[in-house]
């Protein structure tokens, strides 16, 4: 089988994934086949060979299911990263990108984010009498859901601002750390920070051990990301792009401090993803991994129009009885566009009702 320098996409029109699958399994296989061998001859030195090739195999993705997805990925791994492949990466040119919300960790009913800004607009409300009476802040304080999603980005963006800006970096730290130890997920009843995906660990670990760098790339704030990143999936705030409020330096009773503006600076998402990435990375990601049609931008400009082997993933939320089932008429995390665009793309979607095994990490 071949495939293309740009998408992995496999001639053969039957087969969905690149590269040869019996490779995925080819070493558990073999010890398969030694011992089924020394079943049927005397005793001798074929035995502790099979055995050593049966340990040798460590399945890097335990929580993903065998099937032509794992496949695809290792083999994609596996030929950026041996020397005498044609499709060989150097090392810094090995750049991956994640989205957080519904790639990373859950996203419905609502983002997290989200979920703190309503929290702190009704704290906020006490010292705001006025806020009863105008929206979106109204339908916040009456929990209106309707009338919030009628308010559209602009209500959305009034609620970050009131929520998220007006003090120091420090306090907004502060503020985020004591939401996340406290807050639980309306549905599951856990705190957000233990509803992270185990496959999707396993998938940065790997790559990571591989010598790939991981970014999450998220339209999420990335002062709030920045606050659990590294406990919750390993990486450093440094490696964490997201939308950022304007910031303005300021000395307050003799000490410096960092005030935050009621002013976006930079909204990461859609278009904005890929402008994120060449100004914090540097790199064209060679694999980009999303969950919505917030995400298209970033898997076209990692996959299309740039030499080179690479990856696109889509998470395909399609599990009602583990976690949620939805895509193209979600207002959460909507996955239309990008769904459509998967097949000529070359995308690989990945499906977490089929190709997961496990869904939260483990505790």
């Not at 607009?121 to 009498?129: E, I, Q, S, Y």
């Not at 705030?237 to 303005?248: D, K, L, M």
Request: glycine share 6%.
């Amino acid at each position: 089988m071949t495939w293309t320098r740009t998408g992995l996409a496999p001639t053969v029109p039957a087969v969905k994934f690149r590269g040869k699958q019996v490779r995925v399994l080819g070493s558990v296989l073999a010890a398969l086949f030694a011992l089924s061998c020394a079943s049927s001859q005397a005793p001798g030195a074929t035995e502790p060979q099979a055995s050593a090739k049966a340990q040798a195999f460590v399945d890097p993705l335990p929580s993903w299911n065998d099937n032509s997805t794992k496949a695809r990925i290792i083999e994609f791994v596996r030929a950026v990263t041996d020397p005498e492949d044609p499709a060989f990466v150097d090392p810094d040119d090995r750049v991956a990108t994640f989205d957080n919300d519904g790639t990373l960790w859950v996203e419905q009913p609502l983002y997290a984010e989200l979920a703190f800004a309503l929290h702190r607009v009704n704290d906020l409300a006490k010292v705001h009498p006025e806020w009863k009476d105008q929206q979106p802040f109204k339908a916040v304080i009456e929990d209106d859901r309707e009338t919030l999603v009628a308010a559209g980005t602009r209500g959305i963006i009034e609620i970050v601002m009131a929520s998220h800006t007006g003090m120091s970096t420090t306090l907004f730290e502060s503020i985020v750390a004591e939401w996340l130890r406290d807050a639980r997920h309306p549905k599951l009843q856990q705190p957000y920070t233990e509803l992270r995906y185990q496959p999707q660990l396993e998938l940065l670990r790997y790559l990571e051990a591989k010598g790939f760098k991981t970014f999450i790339v998220s339209g999420g704030s990335v002062e709030f990301i920045r606050m659990f990143s590294e406990e919750v999936y390993g990486i450093p705030p440094e490696r964490v792009i997201g939308t950022s409020i304007e910031t303005r330096y300021e000395v307050q009773g003799g000490k410096p401090t960092l005030l935050r503006l009621p002013k976006i600076d930079h909204v990461d998402d859609k278009a904005g993803k890929p402008v994120g990435i060449h100004q914090h990375i540097g790199h064209r990601p060679i694999l980009a991994f999303g969950n919505s049609d917030g995400d298209f931008q970033m898997l076209e400009w990692t996959t299309t129009g740039s030499a080179g082997t690479r990856l696109g993933l889509l998470l395909h939320h399609d599990d009602a009885e583990r976690e949620y089932a939805y895509d193209r008429n979600s207002s959460v995390g909507k996955l239309d566009h990008a769904l459509d665009a998967a097949s000529q793309s070359g995308w690989l979607v990945v499906s977490m009702k089929n190709d997961w095994n496990a869904v939260f990490a483990k505790k």
